[in-house]
């Protein structure tokens, strides 16, 4: 296999433009960046000619989007990095897709490395939190106010988590809980959208004189950018679905 990595940008956005920097401060070669307007884009629409010789084709665009662009970077026999959050109802979709084409695909809601760290720390916490009744779970994010989806990825994953590994937890609730109390066998994981906030994660544990938060503030996009070259160069020659959950246990292994 050639040494130099070539990478096509689906998505010339904010996270778009945060992984050509990456990329190019790697040496890792940008043969093609497609987005529909941005200027500083090399095409507005994925087709052999705009994915050029990229092995790998790194999508942030958006929820909408998410299966057309596995459809035809499959499709090109490429493999592909989603980091785009939102689509996760079409996820089966999107494994078919790559099973028939026989390419690679890593997705995560969230490819910083401390946050996937942060989901092991969780795993653990809740596993305890489980042998202890008094302590009931909660979860909130803030973000940027230019975000589409609310509860994002992590915090729905965080949420996930809780359920389990918490057994007397069985449902997640996203919304303003206004004419009712929250059931017990309900968590509730809550948005806040403001300002310029990369992403913050708080997963708390309320007991009877006490609370235990755990958190993670990511300072930039850089962690997001840096996560997804790792993912990119992971997944480069491999078949196959994957999350950054296998990244993470083949490191640790
Ligand atoms: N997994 C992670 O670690 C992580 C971290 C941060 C963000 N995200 C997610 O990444 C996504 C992008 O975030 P962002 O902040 O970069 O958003 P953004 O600034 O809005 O950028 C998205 C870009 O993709 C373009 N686009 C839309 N459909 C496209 C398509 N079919 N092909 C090519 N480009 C397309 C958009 O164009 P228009 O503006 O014209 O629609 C826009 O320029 C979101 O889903 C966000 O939640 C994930």
Same mark, same amino acid.
């Given at each position: 296999?050639?040494?130099k ?9 904010r996270? =778009?433009?945060?992984i050509? *920097?990456?990329?190019r401060?790697?040496? /890792? ?9 941005? +200027?500083?884009?090399?095409g @507005? ?6 994915? =050029?010789?990229?092995?790998?084709? /790194? ?17 090109? %026999? ?5 980091g785009?959050? =939102? ?11 790559i ?14 490395i ?5 989901f092991?720390?969780? $795993? ?6 489980? %042998?202890? !009744? ?12 230019? $975000? *589409? +989806?609310?509860?994002?990825g ?11 590994? /918490? ?9 303003? /809980? ?27 544990? +309320?007991? !009877?004189?006490? *609370?235990?938060?755990? @958190? ?18 992971w997944?480069? =020659?491999? $078949?196959?679905?994957?999350?950054? %959950?296998?990244?993470?246990e083949?490191?640790?292994?």
């Amino acid at each position: 296999m050639d040494e130099k990595i070539r990478i096509a940008i689906i998505g010339y956005g904010r996270m =778009g433009r945060e992984i050509e *920097t990456t990329a190019r401060s790697e040496g /890792i070669e940008v043969v093609s960046i497609i987005d529909p307007a941005k +200027d500083g884009a090399t095409g @507005k629409e994925i087709t052999k000619e705009t994915i =050029g010789e990229a092995e790998i084709a /790194i999508d942030f665009s958006s929820p909408g989007s998410v299966i057309e662009n596995i459809k035809r970077v499959a499709g090109l %026999k490429k493999n592909m990095v989603i980091g785009t959050t =939102g689509w996760y109802v079409q996820i089966e979709e999107a494994r078919r897709l790559i099973e028939k084409e026989g390419t690679g695909l890593i997705y995560s809601p969230n490819f910083s490395i401390g946050v996937n760290i942060f989901f092991q720390i969780v $795993k653990e916490a809740a596993s305890l939190i489980d %042998k202890f !009744p008094g302590y009931d779970p909660y979860v909130y994010e803030l973000h940027h106010n230019q $975000k *589409t +989806d609310a509860p994002g990825g992590t915090a729905k994953e965080l949420g996930s988590i809780i359920l389990q590994n /918490i057994k007397r937890k069985k449902d997640m609730v996203f919304d303003r /809980i206004s004419d009712r109390r929250i059931d017990p066998a309900e968590v509730h994981v809550a948005s806040i959208r403001a300002g310029q906030m990369p992403g913050t994660h708080v997963v708390g544990f +309320d007991g !009877p004189a006490d *609370t235990i938060e755990l @958190k993670h503030t990511a300072r930039s996009r850089a962690g997001f950018s840096e996560g997804a070259i790792e993912a990119a160069k992971w997944i480069r =020659g491999r $078949k196959g679905f994957y999350s950054m %959950k296998d990244l993470i246990e083949s490191a640790v292994k």
